[in-house]
């Protein structure tokens, strides 16, 4: 499993045949929060514990970039569908690097 700084997501995004989805795992407190969109990717929202159950929600044909709030649950969720045959990346540092190196209008928590 590979892990991708958020500065580097757009040249990632560019780089897959398919349109990518960004799977954010935290709590719907923590999107409410603070979330985040790219235009070139679509926004999925399902927190960590709810995965296994919801697997078959998640199109194995497209690519996944995980992401939370720190990188910590993002990386298990990553690790647990590669696993299960799906293309996925972490998001280095989740929504707070995200934060700091592409969008100064998300709030930091």
Do not use: K
Not at 10 to 27: C, F, I, S
Not at 76 to 85: D, I, N, T
């Amino acid at each position: 499993m590979q892990h991708i700084e958020p500065e580097r997501i757009g040249d990632w995004v560019r780089q897959q045949a398919q349109r990518p989805v960004l799977l954010d795992v935290r709590e719907a407190w923590e999107l409410q929060t603070a979330n985040t969109r790219h235009e070139d990717m679509d926004l999925v929202h399902m927190p960590m514990q709810t995965i296994p159950a919801r697997l078959h929600e998640l199109d194995r044909s497209r690519p996944i970039a995980c992401l939370c709030h720190h990188g910590g649950r993002s990386q298990q969720v990553a690790h647990f569908l590669a696993q299960q045959g799906f293309e996925v990346v972490n998001v280095a540092g989740g929504i707070h690097a995200w934060a700091q190196q592409l969008d100064s209008g998300i709030p930091l928590y």
